[in-house]
């Protein structure tokens, strides 16, 4: 006679519904962690851009023109330019060190509820 094959098990079915509620908790925190994470990278990636156009446009003399939108090119100042690209890093600047306090606070509480949970696991 056949045996049946066993179901698989669920090792989370013996926890209590607190440890559960961690580990979905957890599973929360690191999605969100993630998001932080990829909008940290936008964040660098437009600093980085714009690190750029400043030391460019510093370089440049004569007649500078910037692009607004898609399709209009106007003439403007070095000036003008430099004073809008300075404030853009210093907005993105301010963004970037909230991000990082973020990140920091998110993996601290994902690293004390993770030991929690695996105490738990492992009695």
């Known amino acids: 006679?056949?045996?049946k094959p066993e179901a698989p098990v669920n090792p989370l079915?013996?926890?209590d519904e607190?440890?559960?509620q961690q580990i979905q908790q957890l599973q929360m925190m690191e999605q969100t962690f993630q998001q932080l994470l990829m909008q940290k990278n936008a964040f660098s990636m437009?600093?980085?851009e714009t690190d750029f156009i400043i030391k460019e446009v510093e370089k440049t003399e004569g007649e500078?023109?910037?692009?607004?939108?898609n399709q209009v090119v106007i003439k403007t100042t070095k000036e003008a330019i430099l004073e809008d690209m300075k404030k853009k890093k210093e907005l993105i600047d301010t963004r970037m060190k909230s991000i990082d306090e973020q990140e920091k606070e998110f993996s601290e509480k994902i690293e004390s509820i993770r030991n929690e949970v695996m105490k738990k696991i492992q009695g």
Do not use: D
């Not at 500078?64 to 939108?69: A, D, E, K, Q």
């Open 18 to 20: 607190e440890t559960q």
């Open 1 to 3: 006679m056949a045996e």
């Open 64 to 69: 500078i023109s910037r692009i607004i939108g």
């Open 46 to 48: 437009e600093q980085n």
């Open 13 to 15: 079915a013996n926890l």
